[in-house]
């Protein structure tokens, strides 16, 4: 009854590299990135962090480590509904304990990702554009090394989809992160320096 999603798969990163993911429905896109981070363990192998196998972590070491190296994009959002996008951004950074003007860098992330004016306003309230929007706020507002992105485009007009490759090629530039992106959209697929 079990079924191989995937098998012998072997995937090197460094930092500041862009390695797009992508194939058919089912091939196991998602599971690769839940690998990697953590939330899934697979049947057999090992997932080398700075040359720690994660996989042998327990869940409070693992949750630390999302937290503090990892920014997820996930494809149906993840947002909180009960908080507001302002608080949906600035929620990682509270377990973080980050100091500093978290205010100030949201405010600014939120200028560049156009949701300024809907901070206030909780994600059952927003689009489907504007929540990818935030959820692309929340995953990197930690600055994290490794950005883990399913379908990030998905939900975007051609023109924010085209601010949000921007944004990728400045944060793997300007803040050397790594970032691996599951997508069918060609233009992201483009700026991938492997797929």
Not at 122 to 127: D, G, I, R, Y
Request: hydrophobic share 40%; glycine share 8%; no cysteine.
């Amino acid at each position: 009854g079990k079924r191989h999603i995937l098998d012998n798969v072997s995937l090197e990163i460094d930092e500041g590299m862009i390695i797009a993911i992508t194939g058919k429905s089912g091939s196991g896109k998602t599971s690769i990135l839940g690998i990697i981070s953590g939330l899934l363990d697979p049947d057999s192998g090992s997932v080398l962090y700075r040359n720690r196998n994660i996989l042998k972590w327990g869940d409070f070491r693992r949750s630390r480590f999302r937290n503090r190296e990892i920014g997820f994009v996930f494809q149906f959002f993840n947002l909180l509904p009960d908080i507001t996008s302002y608080q949906n951004i600035r929620y990682p950074t509270i377990l973080k304990l980050i100091s500093g003007n978290v205010d100030r860098e949201i405010r600014d992330l939120a200028g560049f990702l156009n949701i300024d004016e809907i901070l206030h306003q909780k994600p059952m309230t927003l689009s489907g554009g504007e929540r990818q929007r935030v959820a692309i706020a929340r995953a990197i507002i930690n600055h994290p090394k490794l950005i883990l992105a399913d379908e990030p485009t998905g939900n975007l007009d051609i023109v924010t989809a085209g601010e949000i490759k921007n944004l990728f090629l400045r944060l793997k530039t300007e803040e050397n992160m790594a970032i691996i992106l599951v997508t069918h959209d060609q233009s992201l697929i483009e700026i991938a320096d492997e797929h």
